[in-house]
């Protein structure tokens, strides 16, 4: 229950200081090369004079940094946010190589090389897909992390049959498989 509360409350303190006076922000885009050797870019609202904690954004599956535009402007806290492989303006690489753990090695890559991440613990923010790579992150990455908050997630996967997408890979999706028992099942 304590930490259904933390987090409850890191998520309002964010969306409460999202909603509050837009600060003097300036987005940024960058990129970075991966350990996979893969271009991933990202989009930083640097806040000048901010005491806060930097917040990294990960957006869900068949989106990008865009989805987080709006809270970055209107944060006073210096924030970055991601596009994950093969999204936005990042490279997708080997399509077979597409999975959670990838996806957490390219996190790690932008975090050891940007300087507001690479320095600091930061808040993790994941929506939807973006949610169980910040968990995964998490898991393996306790120490980089001063938060989490995971947003708008399934915790259960869906059947083939009530899947509507052409084409649906299930050996893909049962890799990101949701259901877990303890925060100790995902760990690698």
Known sequence: MKAFFALTFIATAITTTAMSTPAA???????IIS?????????????????GPTTLFIHGLDSSSQTWRGIQQSLDTP???????????????????????????DVK????????LRDDSFVLVGHSMGG??????????PNDISALVVEDM??????VESNFIQNFDEARAIAFERGHETLDTIKF
């Open 109 to 116: 890559s932008l975090v050891n090389s940007h300087p507001l």
């Open 35 to 51: 350990s996979a050797s893969l271009s991933i870019s990202f989009v930083q609202n640097k806040v000048k004079n901010s005491a």
């Open 154 to 159: 399934d915790i259960m996967r869906r059947s």
């Open 25 to 31: 922000f300036q987005l940024k885009t960058g990129s």
């Open 132 to 141: 169980r790579v910040a968990m995964c992150y998490a898991a393996k990455y």
């Open 79 to 105: 924030s970055v946010a991601i596009d994950c492989r093969g999204c936005g303006r990042s490279a997708l690489g080997n399509p077979d190589d597409f999975s959670p753990d990838a996806l957490v090695e």
